[in-house]
């Protein structure tokens, strides 16, 4: 039985979402809250497999909370159900080890497959925000261990950069005096040269090598 905790702060949200959920047979309902604070007050003592949770809570901040989460739980699986589709939402939360992101809008069988996968030791992130894939935190940074300088030309991580703080290609190459095709080969470069697959795993490694905070 796959248990799951609910925090979102509209009451007739989370009463239709429980009552969906619990149809569900191998799914229970472990509980929910409509605020952060109840759910820190909880979680010590709370038997959930997946925490739910809406981005923008009345209480705290997002990223507060998932460090007090953290603090408290560690491994805790965490999926947000949220309406914000903006990358900057995402590249925020990921830091914080996420394991899903998928939209409020999304078919009723994307939540279930979400809470699935995430369950079994995957991630998933909705197809509808276009930089993400289901695959993304599967990806293995081999090279995280070596300097940055002695995989990536100081060009390319300029343009990395540029990339996790949302410049479009246009936007980079017009920053760099550099051509819209030169700039793309660059993205395709650096890539490559870190074994990812999409602007999240750029995102990761520059977190994880503090080019951006």
């Known amino acids: 039985m796959i248990k799951v905790f609910i925090v979102e702060d509209h009451e007739m949200y989370v009463e239709g979402l429980a009552l969906l959920l619990k149809k569900q047979p191998d799914i229970e309902v472990a509980g929910t809250a409509s605020n952060g604070t109840t759910l820190l007050e909880k979680l010590p003592s709370l038997d959930a497999d997946i925490l739910l949770l809406d981005v923008h809570l009345p209480d705290i901040n997002e990223e507060e909370l998932l460090k007090k989460i953290r603090a408290i739980k560690p491994a805790q699986k965490i999926v947000y159900l949220t309406l914000m589709r903006g990358t900057r939402y995402v590249h925020k939360l990921i830091r914080h080890n996420i394991q899903g992101y998928i939209l409020k809008n999304a078919p009723f069988e994307e939540l279930l497959n979400t809470i699935h996968e995430v369950y079994k030791g995957g991630t998933y992130f909705s197809k509808e925000i276009d930089i993400l894939s289901e695959n993304d935190f599967r990806t293995t940074l ?3 261990e070596k300097k940055v300088v002695e995989i990536l030309s100081k060009r390319e991580i300029e343009v990395l950069t ?7 290609n246009n936007e980079i190459a017009e920053k760099l005096f550099l051509s819209v095709s030169t700039i793309e080969t660059h993205r395709k470069n650096i890539i490559a040269k870190l074994g990812v ?10 977190l994880k090598n503090k ?3």
């Not at 540029?162 to 479009?168: A, G, N, R």
């Not at 697959?197 to 520059?206: D, E, H, M, P, S």
């Open 211 to 213: 080019l951006i905070e």
């Open 197 to 206: 697959n999409n602007t999240v795993g750029l995102v990761r490694f520059a």
């Open 142 to 144: 081999t090279l995280e």
């Open 162 to 168: 540029l990339i996790c703080k949302e410049f479009s």
